[in-house]
T-cell receptor
Framework: AQSVTQPDIHITVSEGASLELRCNYS??????LFWYVQSPGQGLQLLLK??????LVQGIKGFEAEFKRSQSSFNLRKPSVHWSDAAEYFC???????????FGKGTTLSVSS | GAGVSQSPSNKVTEKGKDVELRCDPI?????LYWYRQSLGQGLEFLIY????????KSGLPSDRFSAERTGGSVSTLTIQRTQQEDSAVYLC??????????????FGPGTRLTVL
């Protein structure tokens, strides 16, 4: 069965510092991988996705993520965090087309000045 | 263009009452999903509709939960005899279905359900 683990429940990063949010998945084949962001009172917005090909994917708002098959990981990174990045971040895995996504429990990012 | 819309945005009900939550997907999206987001629990899949196929109900937590999708568009999630543990944010998402790749799911703003 598929599963997603986000080991960090809450992370605080200084504005301007780099960020890495961890995501580990369990799936027998190459999965579809996603990162979503949820700002307070907002719906989920897709940051980026990985289907195949280049293992480093670029997303919106300056985010990127790297797929590492050997580690079953899909960590999200940003070189310089802005206060507006404070939100909850969800990693998700999907199997074949047309199936529901399995989400991690999320990581809450706080940004300190 | 218009995104996924959900109504009501907030619903407060008494234990034992039935509630209906509505989702309007993006026009042209044939796939529609319902998820539940409980505090500290992430998103939990409830049910999935694709075109005229039988829905995937594997995520529904009990027979008090049901959903329908009329005309391949609007969907209604019904919770009968609500319990306090049903309190959560119910999210709807829609996507294109091409049959080959996992297309992006677009999420609505959610309905926050509180059962007193």
């Amino acid at each position: 069965a598929q599963s997603v683990t986000q080991p960090d429940i809450h992370i605080t990063v200084s504005e301007g510092a780099s960020l890495e949010l961890r995501c580990n998945y369990s799936y027998g084949a190459t999965p579809y991988l996603f990162w979503y962001v949820q700002s307070p009172g907002q719906g989920l917005q897709l940051l980026l996705k990985y289907f195949s090909g280049d293992t480093l994917v670029q997303g919106i708002k300056g985010f990127e993520a790297e797929f590492k098959r050997s580690q079953s990981s899909f960590n999200l990174r940003k070189p310089s965090v802005h206060w507006s990045d404070a939100a909850e971040y969800f990693c998700a895995v999907g199997a074949k087309a047309g199936t529901a996504l399995i989400f991690g429990k999320g990581t809450t990012l706080s940004v300190s000045s | 263009g218009a995104g996924v819309s959900q109504s009501p945005s907030n619903k407060v009900t008494e234990k034992g009452k039935d509630v209906e939550l509505r989702c309007d997907p993006i026009s042209g999206h044939t796939a529609l999903y319902w998820y539940r987001q409980s505090l500290g629990q992430g998103l939990e899949f409830l049910i999935y509709f694709q075109g005229n196929s039988a829905p995937d109900k594997s995520g529904l937590p009990s027979d008090r939960f049901s959903a329908e999708r009329t005309g391949g568009s609007v969907s209604t999630l019904t919770i009968q005899r609500t319990q306090q543990e049903d309190s959560a944010v119910y999210l709807c998402a829609s996507s294109y279905y091409t049959g080959r790749i996992h297309n992006e799911q677009f999420f609505g703003p959610g309905t926050r359900l509180t059962v007193l």
